[in-house]
């Protein structure tokens, strides 16, 4: 069955999948059952976006009125959608609905026999020279015509994929009209960078002829396996482990069969991204930008502790402080004034909450100045947005991102070649000072130490107990490790203010002890179930929630999964925290609204957010949102959503670098994965006043009794030491 008629709005729409319930105004002429009081029908597809009055045609049929509830009437169930240009009446309104105007819409329909194909290679300057259009204006709406015909081309060919409108807009923006070409001829490099899933790749590709054992999808698998090993922080992997995990991507229900292991290990030789060290136990499999980063780390750290810059020293000048401050710093703090101020190089300040790591980098930058006044270009810096806000506020010195100082820019979001700061053109500072070690990935610190002059000073600061970074390596602790790099650790726990056992409980979690001090500032309920657990954080977010400061109460939870996972915890509370009759969309899984608590999931270097940036949406709309953010104000198109994140409840992982007031814990009982000690010794060191853990019977003391015992395959250790003992 076919109908004709006008789009009115969208009644329902998914923005990520495309899904929606639009509003079709039909004429009186179709005599149908089924229209509603305003003389619409409703219409179910998967479709791109319309301007009210764009004329459209739809194939299908209704449903069955017995599949439905009495009060509502039918659906149209639409098979196929375009738009209408059959006549001159529906032409003219199509192009108005492109944002012309119905005098120069008709002209153009006259210029181009109201032909859909030539008006989208009409020449520009007919239409500039017989309309009011300039040709700028005639570029635009042509252009606006060409991505919703090759949209709508690519929706209806690719349907039977179940690929999501998101991903068929990516496609026709980046590739035009050779995008079916392009993604037919390498589906899994073409359908990873516009977002498909490994399955999708897989079908396009069998369907196309493509064996299971072609290079493009052993590549593809090997890639996809790394990207699994990186998540897991690993720098490397045996050969074992990779054959492994790529026979385990190779089968699903599209090839059945698994890639054998003979084909993936002869591929490993030759595919040109990997490279392969082999060693007198196991050889070694790294991404070869993974292993260079680990090399250049080496020698770029080499370069910066030998060739170094006696500074002016004067002891005098710690006590002349202390005598200005009135304190006395405790024996270690001392000991990194006396360490780190008499020549440039790399230096390392660890230690625990409350051990005075803000007061002692205070207090280094104020000695330094003093005694070197003529250096006086001092940057701070934390590897994510929220950390370097902190930083700003601890130390009331601007801080910024790595990346940033770095000038870090990529060609695209999906290349891994960049341009930022490097020997030719370093960063201008006498001394750099960075926080949050513990979570840089040997990738950003490569960048880093690449980008630093020699004759700087480089002080890297962080806690060791914390969680290691997301991306590869484990360069802290590396650092560390290595002997190499001068490291004072502060071990000294000073009084914390009002007698809150929060950092005594966070050294006893530590140290694997459960007995744990409980007062009003740090407390612990029990629940006999996630379910039930789940309520209870609701009630304790409720109960200390400041509309008016938003950021002050966080709620962290080890996991996204489960009655007490981030994801339902996330849906839960902004159904009780933002009761507002704002603007909202729906986003796959995922609903926004505006004065949302949001974060940002992945860094965007042109758009300039990054991983871990929070904020509250101010202005919400199907292509746009905006989230000030701090200082700053991120505007994000439809292609960005995929970044953002509700952010009532985070991860764990995701709240490092931050510190908050209020912090809930939700400890759910499974998955047990999950329940360590380094997750909640995180957790419970990011709130500066109270802590509220909320546990599943007794999953607060098997995750205090589960230490990390997992080691991350990395290098750089050893390449260091290698590096420090060969002149």
Not at 76 to 83: G, M
Not at 270 to 283: A, M, P, Q, R, Y
Not at 381 to 395: D, I, L, N, V, Y
Not at 467 to 482: F, H, M, R, Y
Request: include cysteine.
């Amino acid at each position: 069955m076919e109908v004709k008629g006008t789009f009115e709005r969208f009644k329902f729409r998914d923005v990520k999948s495309g899904m929606s319930y639009i509003s079709l105004k039909v004429s009186e002429d179709y005599n149908l059952q089924n229209i509603d009081n305003y003389g619409c029908i409703t219409v179910s597809c998967i479709c791109g976006y319309y301007a009210k009055g764009a004329p459209l045609i739809v194939i299908g049929d209704f449903e069955e009125k017995s599949s439905i509830s009495n009060n509502l009437l039918p659906k149209f169930i639409a098979t196929s959608i375009k738009e209408d240009v059959t006549d001159q009446k529906s032409f003219v309104r199509y192009l108005t609905s492109l944002g012309a105007k119905s005098s120069d819409a008709i002209v153009i329909s006259k210029i181009c026999n109201c032909n859909l194909n030539d008006f989208l290679h009409i020449q520009i300057s007919e239409i500039a020279k017989k309309t009011s259009l300039s040709e700028i204006e005639a570029i635009e709406i042509i252009e606006r015509a060409k991505i919703t015909d090759n949209t709508r081309k690519l929706m209806s060919e690719l349907a039977r994929y179940k690929i999501s409108y998101n991903a068929i807009e990516h496609l026709a923006r980046e590739y035009g009209s050779i995008a079916e070409t392009a993604l037919y001829s390498d589906p899994w490099e073409i359908g990873r960078k516009i977002g498909l899933s490994f399955i999708a790749c897989d079908s396009i590709g069998k369907e196309h002829g493509i064996s299971y054992v072609d290079d493009r999808r052993i590549n593809a698998i090997l890639k996809k396996a790394f990207e699994l090993i990186g998540n897991t922080g690993h720098c490397y992997v045996d050969m074992e482990t990779l054959i492994k995990y790529s026979v385990q991507i190779s089968v699903n229900q599209v090839f059945g069969t698994p890639v054998p292991d003979m084909v993936i290990s002869q591929k490993l030789y030759s595919n040109k991204t990997l490279f392969i060290e082999e060693g007198n136990d196991k050889s070694r499999i790294y991404l070869k930008k993974i292993r260079y980063a680990e090399i250049n780390s080496a020698n770029q750290l080499y370069r910066l502790c030998s060739d170094k810059i006696k500074y002016n020293y004067n002891e005098q000048i710690l006590y002349d402080i202390e005598k200005e401050k009135g304190i006395q710093y405790a024996s270690q703090q001392k000991l990194a004034f006396k360490t780190f101020l008499k020549e440039s190089g790399v230096y390392i300040l660890t230690g625990g909450p409350g051990t005075g790591k803000t007061a002692t980098v205070d207090l280094l930058v104020n000695g330094f100045m003093r005694m070197n006044p003529e250096l006086n270009i001092i940057k701070m810096s934390a590897p994510t947005g929220r950390a370097a806000q902190r930083m700003t506020e601890a130390t009331e010195r601007p801080a910024e991102t790595i990346h940033k100082m770095c000038d870090y820019r990529p060609y695209n979001n999906n290349s891994d070649e960049y341009l930022c700061k490097d020997a030719d053109n370093p960063i201008c500072a006498d001394v750099i000072i960075c926080d949050e070690m513990s979570m840089t990935d040997i990738e950003l610190f490569s960048i880093l130490v690449t980008a630093i002059k020699t004759g700087t000073l480089l002080i890297l600061v962080g806690d060791v107990n914390q969680l290691s970074s997301v991306g590869p390596g484990n360069v802290l602790e590396d650092l560390i490790n290595s002997g190499c790099i001068p490291t004072v650790m502060l071990t000294e726990v000073f009084r914390q203010k009002g007698d809150s056992p929060i950092v005594t409980n966070a050294y006893k979690i530590n140290e694997g002890k459960t007995d744990l001090i409980y007062n009003d500032n740090f407390q612990l309920i029990r629940a006999d179930s996630d379910v039930e657990g789940a309520k209870i954080v609701c009630e304790q977010v409720l109960k200390y929630y400041d509309h008016n400061n938003q950021f002050d109460v966080q709620l962290l939870a080890p996991t996204r999964k489960g009655p007490m996972g981030v994801n339902e915890m996330n849906k839960k509370l902004q159904q009780l925290l933002n009761t507002g009759d704002g603007e909202k969309i729906t986003y796959g899984n995922s609903v926004f609204k505006e004065r949302d608590k949001v974060i940002l999931m992945n860094n965007n270097y042109g758009k300039d957010y990054f991983n871990g940036d929070i904020g509250i949406i101010d202005k919400l709309s199907s292509s746009e949102m905006i989230i000030p953010n701090g200082t700053k104000i991120t505007e994000l198109g439809r292609e960005n959503f995929d970044d953002v994140s509700l952010a009532y409840g985070m991860t764990v992982h995701k709240s490092q670098g931050s510190e908050y007031k209020v912090v809930i814990i939700a400890l759910p009982k499974e998955p047990k994965i999950m329940l360590k000690r380094k997750i909640l010794y995180t957790a419970v060191t990011r709130a500066k006043l109270k802590v509220i853990i909320v546990s599943t019977k007794d999953a607060l003391e098997i995750a205090i009794r589960t230490s990390d015992v997992g080691q991350r395959n990395t290098s750089l250790a050893e390449r260091i030491i290698l590096r420090f003992n060969t002149p």
